[in-house]
Each structure stands twice: as C-alpha cells, then as structure tokens.
C-alpha cells in the first residue's frame, strides 16, 4: 500500500503510476470541450510592463480589463490563479482606484472566482490567505489553489477542500469552476470518509468524487498545459481585445483577423464564450513562476493542474484507488500461483512461468489503468507475492532438499546398489 512516508517501495510504486499516467496523456483522450485559459507569460510582461511603466504584481486594472473582455464574449465562469491580497488603490486611467474598478468588473460579470492559497502553520491548522476584502466580496466565489506534492516532490494529489478556523471549508479553486458548470450546489454536497457526493440545489446527485480519508484525491492528468484543445490566448491579447472592443466593434474584428493572419486559431469572434477560463501564469522569475513537477513532466506550468480537476469532475472520470483489501488479496493470489509453479514444475520452467505470469500481471494492471482509471498496485504483489515466494522456495529447495539429498544418498549407497539409491532421490 502506498503510503505518505515515501519508502523504497512506495516510490516504485508511485513510478509505476506515474508511467502509467503518461501512457495515458494522448491527445485523443475524452476530454471537455468547455475549457480554455488565459496565460500571463514573458512577452505580456515585457509589453505591459513596458507600456504602463509597471512590473509585476500589475495595477489589478489590468486584471479588471481582461475580466471586461472575458465577459463581453459570454464566458461562463474565469478564475484567477493569482493572489490579490494587498489593496491598490491607486488611481487608473479609467479614473477610479484600481481595485474599485476591479470590483466593478468582478461585480458585473458575477462569474469570477479569485484564489485563496495558505499554509500549515505549527499548530498544524490551515490558514487561508485570502484576496482583499474590497475583492472578495465583489467575487462569485473564491477557491484554494495550493499545491501540496508528495514527499518526493511531485504534485500528484489535490485536496478537495480546506478548512480555515474562521472562513471555514474552501473548495478547490477547480472544483468551484466545475460546480459552476453542472449546477452544483456545494453547501448541499455530502463529504464521506471516502467520496463527496457532488448535488445540485435539489439535493439530487450530479457527481461522485473518491478522496482518500485525509480528503485528498488524485489528478486525473489528462491535458497538457498546451494541449490544443484548449481556447488559449495571452494576457497582452486579452487586454489588447478589450482596448479595441471599447474603441469599436470594427477594430476589434479586425485585430482578430490580424491575429489570423499570424497564424493563431480563432474560430470565432468570441473564443471564450460559454468557457471556464483558468488564468495563470507561464512566465519566469521569482515572483511570478509557477511551475513543478507532475506524473507526466519532470517540470511543467502548475496551472494546468486547474484544468484537468475539472475535467475530471465535467467528464465524470476519477483515478480509483484499489483498497487494502484487494491489495491484500492480489498479493495472496499471485503468491499462491508462484507456490504452485515453483514445487510443481521442473526446473527451469518454474522461473519461466513465474516471469510470464508477473509480466501478464503488469499488462493487465496498465491496461484497466488506462481504460478505467483504476489503479491496481504493481510492486507489492509482483515482489511481495509473485517473486519472493518463487525465491523463497527455490532457495528452500536449493538449500534443504539438495542437504537431505545428499543424506539420504550416504546412507543407502553403503547399502544398495547406484540405480536404487537414484530411485529413491527421485
């Protein structure tokens, strides 16, 4: 069973589920057709910065136009990967302090959750680090974005809430997005030891989620951060489409088709309508990087673990445990078949047979992986039960029945003749 300790094994069999997790990242994976994101990158940074005179964190009227822009195309619901904790109050071209006309835009589209990140601190309590009151309560709902890697410092797990003393439970910032989508209700959704049952205003069951009972779950990676799939643009682009929409309509269009004509793919004047966008960052530099390690890239744009949550809840595909028990028996299973191959057959087909049969086993469990999402352990009953009873008995054999052997064939040899005495080995 894999633990949080990490051990030896632990790690072997995290690798097996990591290298299954890349086997299954295809581009022609099930995949929702309702998600899209915002990148901040190097080139917006420079541009932005660069035309306002600013740096990073921007004026949040920035923000506040590519929120006007989002909404004007009929975005579903935009969340920010960003923390917007400190006030700017600081006048704006629009002619209001920046966080007031932030406000005015969160306020106005009504479908934007901001993020909320925090940290464990030595009373072993969470603590939410939330955006500024003016912000918040202008918001459609904030979620926490923490990342929280496993042991050897690979995000593979999320956990579906945290629990501030004061605030209470907070949703991930992608189970939010996802329940805006399917209309769930996540005050009137159920939190077992094992599962949340996702339901909607009606209490009806729209979804269930496994968790394990620390409530964490595992990231059904299923889209890279650059999958093509995904309505993606810059934050310059964003911005520079909503500079334009304000002048005309005509300019807008036309700044569309020059981004055409650059070879960007734009089916539609409005890309984003209907969407759930994830804004984050892709850039480099102390402050603003955002990136790490995942089951299926050394190093990849932590924003993309956003997405693929709400895949999983929007598609209704979870990576599934196998429980002790099973795990248990699958160890007692493949024991008792390298039991009975290695004292019934010749040598050297017990070997054989015990190999063929850990490699069928392996096949198996990569194949209902990748078709089911179902992770059965791999090491634990390949070297627990298959291989070390095949070793067990062998050595047994090698060691206790060659000395008994050689016993039984000192004695008779002094009694009978060579071809009884071999008649008795066999």
Known sequence: RVSPGMGMLDRWEHDTYDWRSRMALTDDAPAATNLATVFIDNYSLDQINEAFGEKWPWPTVIHANIVRELSSQDAEAVAFDVLFAEEDMNPDYEELPSDVFFGLQLSNANNVVLATFGDTKTSGAWEAELPNDRLRTNAFNVGHATADFDKDGILRRAAVFKTDKEHGRIWHMAVVMAAKALDIDLDKSTVTTDRVIFRDAAGATVQEMPIDQNGFFYINWRLAWNDPRLAQFSALQLFNMDSVREDDLTAYRKYLSDLRAEGSEIPTDTPYANKLVFIGSTASGNNVSDVGATPVAEETFLISKHWNIANSILMGEFIKRSSLGLDLLLIILLGAISGVLSRT?????????????????????????????????????????????HVALVSYQVIFEQKEKRRVKDVFSKLVSPNVVQELLA
């Open 345 to 389: 057959l010749k040598a050297p087909w017990p070997s054989i047979s015990v190999i063929v049969v850990g490699l069928a086993y392996f096949l198996i469990a990569v194949k209902v992986f990748l078709e089911t999402r179902y992770w059965m352990p791999i090491i634990l009953p390949e070297f627990g039960g298959l291989l070390l009873t």
